[in-house]
């Protein structure tokens, strides 16, 4: 995702700049950057900043959304929203657990909207009928495996928002559950428990759909 900021260069009134030679600041870890871009309003910087999460961002976005213009729309907003709010990074916890936070609630507040303007006939819809793919016995296993691969992503996209997403966060981002609680702000059994409601409606309905053996 190549992505620029030519329309979001801001800066801070009455912040000095700082002219930072750039093999200096392209090394430095992001909390020491943020503190330098914060002191200096320098947009250079930012752009550094820019450059090491642009395409995170917009792939988590895409894996929540499904969609690649609504995703780089969404991960442009994101970066912007970052930017004019890393006064307020307070070094708590890593940028990358900070600005999946901002991510995960842009993204949950997107689909919501969006489901609002769209008539939802989840209870309708069929999955694809993976009995009908031919006789069990002229599946291979590699096969097999696709088929099931591609019915636990269709079924990801069934579940609710929130179980999605936690989901993703947990088994596609491979955060902790510590993590999960500084971007859900929940204390540990709860992210524990929404968890494990997640993991058991996912296999409910993938016990439904599965390939008989």
């Not at 912007?80 to 307020?88: E, G, S």
């Amino acid at each position: 995702m190549n992505v620029t900021l030519q329309s979001t260069r801001i800066t801070e009134t009455g912040k000095k700049k700082k002219n930072v030679p750039a093999n200096e600041w392209q090394h430095l870890p992001d909390k020491d950057l943020i503190q330098l871009i914060v002191a200096t309003g320098n947009t250079a910087l930012f752009g550094e900043l820019y450059d090491r999460y642009a395409n995170k961002v917009f792939r988590k976005c895409i894996s929540m959304v499904k969609h690649a213009e609504d995703a780089q729309d969404l991960a442009h907003d994101i970066l912007v929203k970052a930017f004019l709010n890393l006064a307020n990074f307070a070094g708590n916890s890593s940028f990358s657990t900070w600005i999946y936070a901002i991510t995960y609630n842009r993204c949950i507040d997107f689909i919501r909207n969006k489901h609002k303007l769209l008539v939802i006939e989840t209870e309708n819809e069929r999955l694809p009928d993976v009995s009908d793919e031919g006789e069990a016995g002229s599946i291979s296993e590699k096969e097999i495996f696709e088929i099931e691969i591609n019915l636990l992503k269709s079924l990801l996209h069934k579940l609710n928002e929130d179980d999605r997403a936690i989901l993703l966060m947990k088994y596609q981002d491979d955060m902790s559950v510590e993590e999960i609680q500084q971007v859900l702000k929940l204390n540990s059994s709860a992210v524990k428990m929404r968890l494990k409601r997640a993991r058991d409606r996912l296999r409910a309905m993938h016990n439904k759909y599965r390939l008989p053996e």
